[in-house]
């Protein structure tokens, strides 16, 4: 995924540990799913996104998506009002 579709989709790559970082705070259902699921399609097998979503709905999606599409959910965790979701592409 080249520097300006990162952009132009709230996304960065972390140059310290290769984590690509996904903005979907304000995003509802079904978009924080939609833009993971966008960012992981351009990414290699292995390679790990965050997103950070306020959309309580997230909480499921994200799980469901991941279940469904062979991805793994390493991690889900509340910081403030924020729902923080680690996935490695299958």
Not at 23 to 36: E, F, I, Q, S, T
Request: contains cysteine; negative net charge; glycine residues 4%.
């Amino acid at each position: 995924m080249d520097n300006s579709s990162l952009a132009a989709h709230n996304v960065a790559m972390n140059d310290t540990d290769d984590t690509t970082w996904i903005d979907a705070k304000g995003l509802l259902c079904p978009l924080p799913v939609l833009r993971l699921r966008k960012v992981l399609e351009g990414l290699p097998q292995g390679a790990v996104a965050q997103l950070e979503a306020t959309d309580k709905a997230s909480w499921v999606d994200v799980a469901h998506f991941c279940e469904h599409s062979g991805h793994e959910l390493i991690s889900a965790h509340v910081r403030d009002t924020v729902l923080v979701y680690l996935v490695r592409r299958k």
